[in-house]
């Protein structure tokens, strides 16, 4: 198999030469599917949104649900340290209301339950179903458990809301990336899907701005106003629903060529060949056939998928593992290391605001410099922040100006995170895994971000509340130790994706391709694809 492949490929060495001279006779190339992926390649960036308006736009719309899906433990990390919630649901402790560490984690766990179970189920209809049918389920399912969160009269009742509604919010993790990876050409791929995290961070940032705006307000509707804000993405999706594209891929894959072309002509301008874009998906869905790549779960952990999912899951999960998680936090957490109240929720939106900039920076750097650079490089520099954290926690009686220190690292690292390991997570999980088995490879990476989450939330609250560990800065020695573990997989696991079509990554992964010799490995399009499948 790998000494047919070969035939696709060299890699500018001289075994690689030798076995691309071994292969065997070839056929002639199909011409118009070369054509196709030559234009794949020299297409700029500033070309491909200027042909591609309508796949940026319903891409953008489509990732709304992540908005949806962030602003949730966000909205309730702020709540804990809201007056007027601590005083309807809390108790008294040391002559302040506060919400106790168990009844912390038996509300935070709704989302990255629903992470885990929302992710694997979602997997089923969108291979089903589609994708858009199965978006449009997960937003009228929103909806109407958002009711339960608003008139929760107790805990017990809230966090009936929030397991639930987190059943449903983890789905769209899975959805987002997915639609991007697959509405979009080579040239935008990696900022459509690197968008997603952009959608997290604005709704991580909305909540923070939200609970600001209303935690003064001295009854119920401090809390209140915000569930019932979540409303509003749900009315602005239902809007526009029913004109969004189902993705062509999957439309290829369930045999429905001629609706896939319709869907191609409505995503681009009149000026791109969709014939040729078809051609690329239609050959790339036949050679993973023929390469057996599968489209079960099981798959995703057989053969050559099992490198390919690996490299989804890990990457997902050093998010959880580098620290992200204090952001849901982030307004206690200021709180409890010495802020006051009206400081804090100030730094968690300012903690936030800096995230959405790096994000927006870390979009020309995806462009030049790929994704393992960027991600290697941004990993390192958030080992080295968490630890000064950690050692400045430290000093003795840790005078006011050390909190402010600490508070201004913890904004430099969210900035880093943001340029770096948060975007480019979304390009890598979109691009490593092969495209019959995507949505249940990014369903089996959110699954396992989720199951680590909630390991974080059930640890985090009793390693910052007063009335447990109380550990403050010293957090950042637990996830700096973490993240150099992370740090060390990656240099040896995550190649380079950055310009490859995905026939091109099917290629590479199956002849088992070295990570570190991934960006400099040359794919020979001169020659034939095997018609036989024993060919490959």
Not at 202 to 219: E, P
Not at 345 to 354: C, D, P, T, W
Request: hydrophobic fraction near 45%; proline fraction near 4%.
């Amino acid at each position: 198999m790998e000494k047919d492949l070969a035939r696709h490929a060299t890699a500018g060495t001289t075994e690689n030469e030798d076995n691309r001279a071994g292969a065997g006779s070839v056929k002639p190339v199909d011409h118009h599917l070369d054509q196709a992926i030559q234009l794949e390649h020299s297409l700029t960036f500033t070309q491909a949104c200027k042909l591609y308006p309508a796949a940026i736009g319903w891409s953008a719309f489509v990732s709304l649900g992540v908005i949806m899906l962030a602003f949730d433990p966000q909205l309730l990390g702020n709540l804990y340290a809201m007056p007027r919630f601590k005083l309807d649901f809390g108790y008294e402790y040391e002559g302040e209301y506060i919400i106790s560490a168990p009844w912390q984690t038996g509300l935070s766990m709704g989302n990255p339950i629903g992470q885990v179970v929302g992710a694997l189920v979602a997997g089923y209809p969108m291979e089903k179903y589609g994708r858009k049918s199965t978006f449009g389920a997960c937003v009228i399912l929103t909806a109407a458990l958002i009711f339960i969160q608003f008139f929760a009269p107790s805990l017990e009742v809230l966090l009936v809301g929030e397991l639930l509604g987190g059943l449903v919010l983890g789905c769209y993790a899975v959805i987002a990336p997915t639609y991007a990876s697959e509405v979009c050409p080579l040239a935008i791929r990696g900022i459509l899907t690197s968008y997603v995290n952009l959608c997290f961070v604005i709704g991580q940032l909305l909540g923070n701005s939200v609970c600001a705006g209303t935690s003064k307000l001295d009854d119920h509707w401090a809390y209140s106003i915000p569930f019932a804000l979540q409303w509003v993405w749900c009315a602005i999706i239902l809007g526009g629903f029913a004109w969004v594209p189902e993705s062509p891929w999957w439309l290829v894959r369930h045999g429905r060529n001629k609706d896939a072309e319709v869907v191609l002509r409505r995503l681009a301008s009149e000026k791109v060949d969709i014939g040729q874009t078809l051609a690329v998906i239609v050959e790339t869905d036949r050679l993973e056939q023929e390469l057996e790549m599968g489209s079960t779960y099981w798959d995703c952990l057989r053969g050559v998928n099992m490198r390919r999912t690996e490299i989804s899951v890990g990457v997902y999960c050093t998010q959880v593992l580098s620290g992200i998680y204090l952001i849901n936090y982030g307004t206690n957490f200021f709180n409890l290391a010495g802020l006051p109240t009206d400081q804090a929720f100030n730094m968690g939106i300012g903690f936030l605001a800096v995230g959405f900039l790096g994000t927006i920076v870390s979009w020309p750097l995806i462009v030049r410099y790929g994704r393992r650079t960027i991600y290697n490089s941004g990993l390192a520099l958030l080992v080295v922040l968490q630890l000064i954290i950690g050692i400045l926690d430290c000093i003795p009686d840790r005078p006011s100006n050390v909190v402010w220190a600490q508070s201004s690292l913890m904004l430099i690292w969210n900035f880093f995170y943001d340029i770096s390991i948060g975007p480019v997570c979304f390009v890598i999980i979109s691009e490593a895994s092969a495209t019959r088995v995507r949505s249940k490879s990014i369903a089996l990476a959110t699954a396992a971000q989720g199951a680590l989450g909630c390991a974080m939330t059930v640890a985090i609250p009793y390693m910052i509340n007063p009335d447990q560990a109380n550990m403050q800065g010293k957090l950042g020695f637990f996830f700096g130790g973490l993240a150099g573990f992370c740090l060390v997989w990656a240099y040896f696991r995550v190649p380079e994706t950055k310009g490859r079509t995905f026939e091109e990554l099917d290629i590479l992964f199956e002849l088992k391709v070295p990570t570190r010799l991934f960006g400099e490995y040359v794919i020979d399009h001169g020659t034939a694809r095997g018609d036989n499948p024993e060919d490959l």
